[in-house]
């Protein structure tokens, strides 16, 4: 039996050696690549795209390198939220940050600093443009939702345009009760004849009065003082609230929303 195993081993010697080679098992069993990003040439590509300006090309491949290799990708990340940060798409740049972090546990404190820097400095601008109106030192606000916030901006816009168009009825109610009227309001019945009274005008606030004295001429600009609204600067200069877009059309360049005034600013004012 000793014999038999003896022989047996002798003769599979060269049949491994047939087989394996100088090259071992692998030949046989192909072991797995592993993926290197700083040596993939679409990497390189990508990078010389940014460096040529091409910003838009370069987004698309790295983010054709983060689908493809999604756990392996830490530096496309990077370079695709740089992109998305130059290109004010702030949302989009918070999240490749974070996955450049999730992806690079080991990398150096000073990246990790400078990854959450970026983000930090995403989310404010973020919020800073989004919400105008609001506070942008509430950093903590930063987390709501992207649908939350532009439902807030819509609500903003709608109250603003409800502001003036109660400013713009509460001047119709004021012309009509200084020409003697009730405002269209209707009022308890009392025991009188009845007369025919005509219809209301339709929009009694373009109708000028005989009798309402000659306005100063308008000045060039007005300055801004506590509880202006463009809806009474309108008021005061041109005896009508409807104006009000063309100051804010005449001060766009200073002005992000019709509602952007503060103590001290100058306003041109339009000609009449």
């Known amino acids: 039996m000793f014999k038999f195993i003896l022989i047996l081993c002798v003769l599979l010697i060269p ?10 098992c692998g030949s046989v069993f192909p072991q797995e690549s592993v993926y290197v990003e700083a040596e993939d040439p679409e990497f390189l590509r990508g990078r010389e795209l940014v460096s040529g300006g091409r910003d838009a090309d370069a987004m698309a491949v790295f983010q054709e390198i983060v689908r493809r290799y999604p756990n392996a990708s830490p530096e496309s990340n990077m370079e695709a939220g740089l992109i998305a940060f130059r290109r004010d798409n702030f949302p989009q740049a918070i999240y490749h940050f974070n996955q450049y972090l999730a992806l690079s546990p080991e990398a150096s404190s000073v990246l990790q600093k400078r990854a959450r820097d970026l983000i930090d400095s995403a989310k404010k601008r973020f919020f800073r443009e989004m919400l105008p109106s609001r506070d942008s030192a509430g950093a903590e606000a930063v987390g709501i939702s992207l649908e939350l916030q532009q439902k807030y901006q819509s609500v903003m816009q709608q109250n603003e345009q409800l502001k003036h168009e109660i400013a713009r009825l509460r001047e119709q109610l004021e012309a009509a009760t200084a ?9 308890p019945a009392r025991s009188q004849p009845s007369v025919e009274l005509p219809a209301p005008e339709p929009n009694p606030v373009a109708t000028e009065t005989p009798s309402e004295p000659e306005r100063p001429p308008v000045p ?4 801004v003082v506590s509880g202006d609204t463009l809806s009474s600067i309108s008021r005061k200069y041109y005896g009508t609230v409807n104006r009000w877009r063309d100051i804010y059309q005449a001060n766009r360049v200073t002005m992000k929303n019709p509602s952007d005034l503060k103590i001290g600013m100058v306003l041109k004012l339009p000609r009449p």
């Open 15 to 24: 049949v491994g050696t047939f087989f394996f080679g100088a090259h071992g």
């Open 179 to 187: 020409r003697g009227g009730n405002g269209g309001i209707a009022g």
């Open 220 to 223: 060039a600009t007005h300055t």
